[in-house]
């Protein structure tokens, strides 16, 4: 009987210090997620050369595949990136939410052109078109400017 309730203590005593280190992570994990701020959104990168001070690049979107329409459709890969307030939280939400629909946009786009259209148009126009068709859907905010890392034509 004493030799089992020696064992007891000590197992005791172990789930005990145990539960004090699970205590001691999870306190210290929150002080430092307070301590650190507001990380950037899904989609966010950091910073780079084009953009304003302040403002980060949001990347989220990511690789675009699409169709152009017509007889002898086209393949077209993109990729958008565009610049953003941080601080807006409420923007910034409601980008990560959309951006199902900037992909579904943007080959919807595609599809509504030839691959004779497409390469009429230049990357302004076709920027400028993909701006104006994103910024309709949005109701917190503006985008003000894509930027294309990757656009390709494949015929």
């Given amino acids: 009987m004493k030799k089992a309730q020696s064992v007891l203590h000590v197992v005791y005593r172990v789930l005990l210090v145990l539960a004090v280190l699970l205590g001691l992570c999870i306190v210290s994990g929150t002080v430092y997620a307070v301590l650190k ?10 910073s780079s050369g084009d953009v304003p001070a302040g403002e980060r690049v949001f990347t989220g979107i990511d ?25 807006d939280r409420f923007f910034v939400e409601e980008l990560s939410a959309r951006v199902g629909d900037f992909r579904r946009v943007s080959v919807e786009y595609f599809a509504s052109l030839t691959s004779g259209d497409l390469t009429r148009l230049n990357e302004g126009e076709i920027k400028a078109e993909l701006l104006r068709r994103y910024n309709a859907g949005l109701r917190l905010g503006r985008i003000s400017v ?10």
């Fill in 63 to 87: 690789r675009i595949r699409a169709s152009t329409g017509g007889e002898r459709p086209a393949a077209v890969i993109l990729s958008v990136t565009f610049p953003y307030d941080p601080s």
């Fill in 37 to 46: 701020g507001p990380g950037a959104p899904p989609g966010a990168a950091a």
């Fill in 146 to 155: 894509l930027y294309f890392n990757e656009f390709m034509i494949l015929e």
